[in-house]
C-alpha cells in the first residue's frame, strides 16, 4: 500500500511538474507576445512622431521663407525711399544754397546802397549845415526831412536783414527735417552686400529672421555640407549683384550662425 501510494505520489508531482512547464511555456509565450505588441506600438508611435516633425518643419521652412520674402520685399522699398530721399535732399540743398547765396549778394547789394545813401545824405546834411544858405526855418525843416529820410532807410535795412534771417532759419529748420527723414530711412536700409547663413534648429527661428537687416539663407543643420553652403553663397550674390550693380565687389560680411554642438 505504501508503495502504491508513493508511485501515485510520483505520478501527481510528474503531472504537477508537466503541468508547471506548461504553465512556464505559457507565460513565456504570453510575455513575447505583449513584448512583440509592445515593439509594434512603440515603432508605430516614431513614425507617427517623425511625420509630425516632418511636417511642423516643413510648415515652418515655408513659413520663414514667406516671412523672408515680405522683408526683403519691405527693405527694398525702404532702400526706393532712401534713394529718393538722398535725391530731394541732394536736390534741396543744392536749390536751398543756390537761394541763399543769390539772397546774400542782393543782401549786401542792398547793403552797399543804403550805405552809400545814407552816407550822401549825412553829407548833404553837413554841407546843409556848414553853408548856412537859407533861413533857419527853411535849415530846420530841411534838417528834419534828412533825419526822416535816414530813420526809414534805417529802418528799411533793419526789416530786410530781418526777413532774411528768418528765411535763412526756415532753410535750416527744412534742412534738418530733411536730415532727420534721411537718418531715419537709412536706419531701416537693407543690406544686400552682407550676408548670414543660420541653421534650421535656430530657436525662435521666425523671430530670429524679421531681425536681420540683410541677406540671408537657411541650412538644415542635419543634412548641409560645404557644396550646399557654397551654393547658397553663389545665389545671394548673383541676388547682390543684380540689386547693387557695379557698387558690388564682394560681401562686406558673410555670419554663420547655428545652435547645438
Given at each position: 500500500e505504501l508503495r502504491m501510494e508513493n508511485q501515485s505520489l510520483t505520478?501527481?508531482?510528474?503531472?504537477?511538474?508537466?503541468?508547471?512547464?506548461?504553465?512556464?511555456?505559457?507565460?513565456?509565450?504570453?510575455?513575447?507576445?505583449?513584448?512583440?505588441?509592445?515593439?509594434?506600438?512603440?515603432?508605430?508611435?516614431?513614425?507617427?512622431?517623425a511625420s509630425e516633425m516632418n511636417d511642423l518643419k516643413a510648415k515652418n521652412v515655408e513659413t520663414a521663407k514667406s516671412s523672408a520674402m515680405k522683408l526683403e520685399k519691405t527693405f527694398s522699398k525702404h532702400a526706393k525711399e532712401l534713394k529718393e530721399l538722398q535725391q530731394d535732399n541732394a536736390a534741396f540743398k543744392k536749390t536751398a544754397r543756390k537761394e541763399f547765396d543769390e539772397a546774400t549778394k542782393d543782401f549786401q547789394s542792398r547793403e552797399k546802397g543804403l550805405k552809400e545813401?545814407?552816407?550822401?545824405?549825412?553829407?548833404?546834411?553837413e554841407g546843409f549845415v556848414s553853408k548856412r544858405r537859407i533861413s533857419i526855418d527853411g535849415h530846420i525843416e530841411k534838417e528834419t526831412q534828412l533825419e526822416q529820410e535816414i530813420a526809414r532807410l534805417t529802418e528799411e535795412m533793419e526789416q530786410w536783414t530781418t526777413s532774411r534771417r528768418d528765411s535763412t532759419a526756415r532753410h535750416l529748420r527744412k534742412e534738418e527735417e530733411l536730415r532727420r527723414k534721411l537718418q531715419d530711412a537709412e536706419s531701416h536700409m537693407f543690406d544686400f552686400g552682407r550676408l548670414v547663413l543660420f541653421s534650421s534648429d535656430t530657436p525662435d527661428k521666425e523671430d530670429f529672421s524679421q531681425m536681420i537687416r540683410c541677406q540671408k539663407e537657411e541650412y538644415d543643420f542635419e543634412t548641409a555640407d560645404l557644396k550646399l553652403l557654397l551654393g547658397k553663397i553663389k545665389h545671394a550674390t548673383e541676388r547682390a549683384k543684380k540689386e547693387l550693380g557695379d557698387d558690388f565687389d564682394g560681401f562686406k560680411s558673410i555670419a554663420l550662425a547655428c545652435h547645438g554642438p
Amino acid at each position: 500500500e505504501l508503495r502504491m501510494e508513493n508511485q501515485s505520489l510520483t505520478s501527481k508531482t510528474l503531472k504537477l511538474e508537466d503541468d508547471l512547464e506548461g504553465l512556464k511555456k505559457q507565460k513565456e509565450s504570453e510575455v513575447n507576445a505583449l513584448e512583440e505588441q509592445h515593439a509594434r506600438a512603440i515603432e508605430s508611435i516614431q513614425v507617427a512622431h517623425a511625420s509630425e516633425m516632418n511636417d511642423l518643419k516643413a510648415k515652418n521652412v515655408e513659413t520663414a521663407k514667406s516671412s523672408a520674402m515680405k522683408l526683403e520685399k519691405t527693405f527694398s522699398k525702404h532702400a526706393k525711399e532712401l534713394k529718393e530721399l538722398q535725391q530731394d535732399n541732394a536736390a534741396f540743398k543744392k536749390t536751398a544754397r543756390k537761394e541763399f547765396d543769390e539772397a546774400t549778394k542782393d543782401f549786401q547789394s542792398r547793403e552797399k546802397g543804403l550805405k552809400e545813401q545814407i552816407q550822401r545824405l549825412m553829407e548833404e546834411m553837413e554841407g546843409f549845415v556848414s553853408k548856412r544858405r537859407i533861413s533857419i526855418d527853411g535849415h530846420i525843416e530841411k534838417e528834419t526831412q534828412l533825419e526822416q529820410e535816414i530813420a526809414r532807410l534805417t529802418e528799411e535795412m533793419e526789416q530786410w536783414t530781418t526777413s532774411r534771417r528768418d528765411s535763412t532759419a526756415r532753410h535750416l529748420r527744412k534742412e534738418e527735417e530733411l536730415r532727420r527723414k534721411l537718418q531715419d530711412a537709412e536706419s531701416h536700409m537693407f543690406d544686400f552686400g552682407r550676408l548670414v547663413l543660420f541653421s534650421s534648429d535656430t530657436p525662435d527661428k521666425e523671430d530670429f529672421s524679421q531681425m536681420i537687416r540683410c541677406q540671408k539663407e537657411e541650412y538644415d543643420f542635419e543634412t548641409a555640407d560645404l557644396k550646399l553652403l557654397l551654393g547658397k553663397i553663389k545665389h545671394a550674390t548673383e541676388r547682390a549683384k543684380k540689386e547693387l550693380g557695379d557698387d558690388f565687389d564682394g560681401f562686406k560680411s558673410i555670419a554663420l550662425a547655428c545652435h547645438g554642438p
